[in-house]
């Protein structure tokens, strides 16, 4: 723990150790003492002091407790704990102190400062009006996430909640984005550590992320501290101009390692045996982001905290804290993930309170009209199900539903720019794609992407993006489809006797279908 540092030696104030438990440590003999305060252990190891009692102060231990015993000395200087902060920990994998832990030499910053710091005021905060891109045609539409907000991923375990965050940090390389990414893990297994760090490696974006490790067999001290390092981090970057994505994966474990904290220093438990503090915790942990202004630099620190729900319950306490917290959120579903939709979002439950202004005027009026189609298949998708007689109407509402859900899947690999998602809906929102089963819609969304990023393609479809409104992009989005249409690597429509508005039943349309296919 090299770079944990006591500062200038002031005058130290010694005492006893009195009891240590499970990284909790007693000490008493000490008057003149402030919380976050650093100690030192006879046998060299260190802590950070947490509460106070009548007659014991407690510190957590950070690190190795079994090699402190009762009545061991332990100095105490009235100096914050730091970190070291700056460009060079871009690239390199860290535990919550600033320890390397990648095995490329020792970490030399020019630059360290305290771990803890207070929040920006409002009066040097900025309006958030400038999207951060995601690649994802369903988040970057439905649910825009602008750079200084706070956004929540709530999910249950596998369902991609992890992959996607992942996904978005590759993202930001490939775009050009300038946007710092730092990945925050709390009680992580060490082999998705490990899977993570070569996934980033091989899509040459580990030199534009700063990955901070809490691991399941670190002290739980250690893991407490890591979103706080993940932050200061962050601020320091901020406070330099550039715009920063954190991510914290996941708030649920943080709690429940407080959790745990705080009732080994035997306070009051609260609902769920949480101490009543848990909400300040977390909040004065994600005020810290925002968009600033530029006497304090002009960056930004956008936050995507994770959630971890158990089937599919998002009432529980510390999820419905962190939403009341954030700025929205972004639901995935099980249900949907056995469904193969990648990624499982539920456009229906998630919300983005203030990323919609941050889209242009092209793409809000073409997300806003897919939202809508959107909630209309989905309001009589179960209906549909039941095998009941439909309207025209209503099965034409059906075919394009299925159409735009197999239109905006994703696997981990795939990004999609903010220009190209504007004809993609643009052709979603149109009749062409009816001309094509559902079945190889897939194949029909990775072709057309194909043919949009073509270097004769790519200065009309950004051209349309900029423009002032929809109805003078319409012109330059219906050439491109057209276009599209009578490309010779098209694949081409498959003939049908009718449409599926056509079809007076879901019955006779399903059966249509199969024979088509045969």
């Given at each position: ?32 003492i ?17 509460d106070?009692?009548?007659n014991?102060?407690s510190?957590?231990?950070l690190?190795d ?15 914050q704990?730091?970190i ?49 891109e995601?690649g ?30 992942v ?8 775009n ?5 990414s ?20 091989q ?9 901070i ?64 503090d ?27 905290p ?55 005027a ?55 720019k ?18 094509w ?33 929809l ?5 330059i ?42």
């Amino acid at each position: 723990m090299n770079n944990l540092r006591l500062g200038p030696k002031k005058d130290f104030v010694s005492g006893r150790v009195e009891s240590i438990s499970n990284g909790i440590c007693q000490i008493s003999g000490i008057s003149d003492i402030a919380i976050d305060s650093v100690v030192l252990f006879q046998s060299g190891c260190k802590g950070l002091v947490i509460d106070f009692s009548e007659n014991y102060c407690s510190a957590l231990v950070l690190g190795d407790f079994t090699t402190i015993k009762k009545g061991d000395y332990v100095r105490v200087v009235e100096e914050q704990l730091t970190i070291p902060v700056g460009d060079e920990l871009l690239g390199r994998v860290i535990d919550s102190l600033g320890n390397a832990l990648d095995e490329k030499g020792a970490i030399m910053t020019k630059k360290i400062v305290s771990l803890e710091n207070i929040d920006k005021t409002v009066f040097q905060r900025k309006d958030i009006n400038h999207q951060l891109e995601t690649g994802f045609l369903l988040i970057d539409s439905q649910i825009p996430i602008g750079r200084g907000q706070r956004e929540l991923f709530i999910g249950e375990k596998r369902i991609g909640k992890e992959e996607t965050a992942v996904q978005i940090f590759k993202n930001q390389l490939i775009n050009q984005s300038g946007v710092v990414s730092i990945y925050v893990t709390i009680g992580i297994q060490t082999s998705f550590v490990k899977r993570m760090v070569e996934e980033i490696s091989q899509a040459e974006a580990l030199n534009n992320t700063v990955i901070i490790v809490g691991r399941a067999s670190d002290p739980a001290p250690l893991n407490y501290l890591a979103p706080f390092a993940g932050v200061r981090i962050a601020e320091e970057m901020a406070e330099r101009g550039k715009d920063v994505l954190i991510i914290f994966d996941n708030m649920t474990r943080h709690a429940r390692i407080y959790r745990q904290i705080s009732l080994l220093l035997k306070r009051a438990p609260g609902r769920e045996a949480y101490p009543g503090d848990i909400f300040y915790l977390h909040a004065r942990l994600l005020e810290r982001c925002g968009r600033f202004s530029d006497e304090v630099g002009g960056g930004s620190i956008t936050a995507i905290p994770i959630v971890e729900t158990v089937s599919e319950d998002i009432t529980d306490y510390i999820t419905t804290n962190l939403m009341s917290i954030t700025d929205g959120h972004v639901l995935f579903l099980r249900s949907l993930f056995h469904k193969d939709r990648r990624p499982a979002i539920s456009t229906e439950y998630s919300v983005s309170r203030i990323g919609g202004r941050t889209q242009s005027a092209v793409f809000r009026d073409l997300s806003n009209e897919l939202k809508i189609r959107i909630g209309r298949y989905d309001e009589i998708e179960n209906l549909a199900n039941f095998g009941a007689e439909l309207q025209k109407d209503t099965l034409k509402i059906i075919e394009r539903g299925k159409r735009i859900y197999s239109f905006a899947n994703q696997d981990q690999n795939t990004n999609i720019k903010i220009p190209e998602q504007c004809i993609m809906i643009y052709f979603l929102l149109s009749d062409y794609i009816l001309q094509w089963p559902t079945e190889i819609i897939l194949d029909i969304a990775q072709n057309f992407l194909k043919f949009l990023t073509r270097p004769e393609n790519k200065d009309k479809v950004n051209q349309a993006e900029r423009v002032e409104s929809l109805e003078k992009a319409k012109p330059i989005y219906e050439a491109l489809c057209q276009k599209y249409l009578s490309d010779p690597e098209t694949i081409k429509p498959i003939n049908r006797e009718a449409m599926p508005a056509d079809k007076e039943s879901l019955q006779d349309l399903l059966k249509g279908m199969d024979e088509q296919l045969k």
